[in-house]
Every structure is written in C-alpha cells, then in structure tokens.
C-alpha cells in the first residue's frame, strides 16, 4: 500500500475509528499544518510563479512570515503529538517530514530564487488562502450543524475536490482572461460611456445589490442552458457528478465551464460601469456563497429563503431523485425560479441522494475533464 493510500485510508476513518485520543485530530492538523507550511515556502522562494498580483498587499504586509514561522511550529507540535498517541504513524510521520522538508528549504527565512522571466504566474498563494480561510469557516460549522451526521470531513472523492480547487486557483491568471475576454470585446466594440456614467453615480451599496440582481439573471439561463443543451450538460454534469455536499463540493466544475459561466456573469458587471471595489465585494460574497449552498448545514434559512438562495434551495437542484431534474438555477435570488416556473422546495424536505442518474461521469479529475469531449455510448 502506497504511502498516499496509507494517508487517505487514515484520514477517511469513520468516526468511532478514531475516538479522542487516538492521534487522528493531532495528526490531520498536522498533515494540514505541515503542507500549508510547505506550500508557503514554495511561494516564498518563487514568487514570479506563484504570487497572485492582487494578493500582493498580503505579502507586503509583513505578517506572511511570521504566520508561516507560526504554522511550522504548530505542525511540529502537532505530528509529535500524533506519534506519541497513535498506534498507526502515519499522519504523525508523514507531517513531521513535510514541516522538516519546510524548515530545511529556509522556513519563514527563505529567500526567493529569483524573479519569473515571463508574466505567466499560478496562484498557490489565493489556493492556500481560500482552503485555510473557506475551511476554517465552514469545517466547523458542518460538523456542529450537520445535515447529513453520518457524513465525515473526508468523505469519499474529497482529494479529487480538493484537487478541483487547487486547479482552479493555480489557473487564476488563465481563468481572468478568458473571463473578461466577451467583457473587453463588447466595451471595445460599442460606446457605453453614458451608461457608464450613470451607473458609476449610484451608491456603492446599491451597485453591489444591481450586480448580484443582473448576474443571477445572467447566470440563470446560462445555467439553464448548461441542463438543456446535450453538448453543454456534458460539461456541467462534472459538478453534478459529486455524490456528497460539502463546503468542498462547489470547487468540481470543468474549467471550460468555469470559463464560460465566469465569461457570462463578467460580461454586464464589467461593462455597465460599476465600481471596481463594488465588483471585488460581489466578488467575495461569490466565494463565500458558492461554499455556503453546497455546505453539508442542515439550516433551513427560513427567515430568507422566499428571497435569497439557502443549501436546501441548492442541495434541491443536486438531487439525484426525479422531482429534482431541472430545477431551482437561481444563484442568488429565487425569484428567478418563481418567474420562469423551475422552482422546488417541498416543505421541510431534502433530497435523498446526490449526482447525476446512470452515474454516467467518470471518477478521477482527469477522466472527468477528458468526458465532455468523448462521444456518448
């Protein structure tokens, strides 16, 4: 059994397996602990390369280094801990190895290798900071408030998730472009100035809750089109395929659709004029939500969920059952889906199962992303 299997067999224990004591928990947080470190070194030492350009201010800040100096102190800690209580050494081991690894290669001290010749970069650094930010917040609240209790962490398909994320994060810089590309050709091509203009004056508060009315109005048919159209369902049918719903769970789509759906929701907040911090606070509430909806909460949100998007109102739209096909598109607001005649939310109901009927989507990210373009049969 290979080193990789050992960890995931560990990791992925049912939680009588691993009762308090045992050097699991010591050992997860140290695994994490210890490639948070790892990674961070990495963007230390080749910052051309991995250094996202809007996440500059963070690396100018000063605090980079010391929280890394931090983070392989408590992983040290951590996998001695483990290897003291837990019988199996491996996350204790396996995590002790990467903090060393981090430390010899210079730690918090380590100095970049020299600059990246090219303006090609990857964003390791805005990987690190949406896992460590997105699953702090919303780790502990699934296993508090769970839906499903019998649900672990580390549910099945969880490395092909996270796996997701890391692909999505390090094409950043590739995602933007072809993200702004239909935004840039419609403002070149057509005078927009006074539009601009207008909606530029208005408050910021107000430009924000504009932006999320005209994306969600956008992405509702384009997400509607993904469910109706063979060719494009191929597609969307990778982030239908995930069995399990979790914070993670939003993080698996085909980048071809992440460019097209990206590209869609771009266009009208980038040409109409809005405030660029109005688009980085949409931009944020984005993330936040995307991991809010797919989150393993059992909250019914009934408060607002006639008004605004709730994990039920989306855990609806992943159902595997019948009632659930082609229902609730909405991103935001459900309205969308009342007007257009594709809302469900049966009273006080979730649905029983996740994924896409047949299971026709592959395992396996590669197998994943190669399944749009094979034909059917």
């Known amino acids: 059994m290979s080193i990789i299997e050992r960890l995931s067999k560990q990791l992925e224990k049912p939680?009588?397996?691993?009762?308090?004591?045992?050097?699991?928990?010591?050992?997860?947080?140290?695994?994490?602990?210890g490639l948070t470190g790892l990674l961070l070194v990495f963007v230390l030492k080749f910052p051309g390369l991995f250094v996202t350009p809007d996440l500059m201010a963070i690396h100018e800040s000063g605090y980079l280094r010391p929280f890394l100096h931090i983070v392989l102190l408590i992983g040290y800690g951590l996998a001695l801990t483990s290897l003291l209580l837990s019988k199996d050494k491996v996350l204790g081991?396996?995590?002790?190895?990467?903090?060393?690894?981090?430390?010899?290669?210079?730690?918090?001290?380590?100095?970049?290798?020299?600059?990246?010749?090219?303006?090609?970069?990857?964003g390791l650094d805005f990987f690190i900071l949406n896992v460590l930010f997105v699953g702090f917040l919303f780790v502990p609240l699934e296993r508090f408030f769970p839906h499903r209790a019998d649900q672990t962490l580390?549910?099945?398909?969880?490395?092909?998730?996270?796996?997701?994320?890391?692909?999505?994060s390090m094409l950043v810089q590739v995602l933007t472009f072809?993200?702004?590309?239909p935004a840039n050709f419609v403002t070149g091509a057509f005078d927009l100035n006074?539009?601009?203009s207008l909606v530029m004056a208005l408050p910021f508060v107000v430009q924000v809750i504009i932006i999320m009315v005209v994306t969600d109005?956008?992405?509702?048919?384009?997400?509607?089109?993904?469910?109706?159209?063979?060719?494009?369902?191929?597609?969307?049918?990778?982030?239908?395929?995930?069995?399990?719903?979790d914070w993670l769970a939003g993080a698996r789509m085909h980048v071809i659709e992440i460019a097209l759906l990206r590209g869609a929701t771009a266009l009208p907040m980038f040409t109409l004029g809005f405030d660029p911090a109005a688009i980085q606070?949409?931009?944020?509430?984005?993330?936040?939500?995307?991991?809010?909806v797919h989150a393993n909460l059992r909250w019914d949100f009934k408060a607002i969920e006639t008004f605004l998007v709730t994990p039920r109102f989306h855990h609806w739209h992943h159902g595997k059952e019948k009632e659930a096909i082609d229902v609730n598109f909405a991103i935001h607001f459900p309205l969308y889906d009342r007007l257009f005649g594709t809302h469900h939310m049966p009273e006080g109901k979730w649905p029983e199962a996740y994924g896409?009927?047949?299971d026709p989507v592959p395992t396996g990210y590669w197998q994943q992303f190669l399944y749009p373009f094979r034909k059917s049969g």
Do not use: C
Request: no cysteine; net charge positive.
């Open 15 to 33: 939680k009588e397996q691993r009762p308090l004591g045992s050097g699991w928990l010591s050992g997860g947080g140290a695994l994490l602990a």
């Open 93 to 122: 081991g396996t995590a002790l190895a990467l903090v060393v690894v981090a430390s010899l290669l210079g730690g918090s001290q380590t100095n970049a290798s020299g600059a990246n010749p090219t303006s090609l970069y990857f």
């Open 154 to 168: 580390f549910r099945p398909e969880w490395q092909e998730d996270m796996f997701y994320y890391l692909v999505s």
């Open 178 to 181: 072809l993200t702004l590309a």
């Open 194 to 196: 006074h539009i601009r």
């Open 217 to 245: 109005f956008a992405q509702y048919w384009f997400h509607r089109m993904f469910h109706q159209i063979s060719w494009l369902w191929k597609f969307h049918a990778v982030h239908h395929s995930a069995k399990s719903m």
């Open 281 to 292: 606070v949409y931009v944020l509430i984005v993330y936040f939500y995307s991991s809010l």
């Open 356 to 358: 896409v009927g047949g």
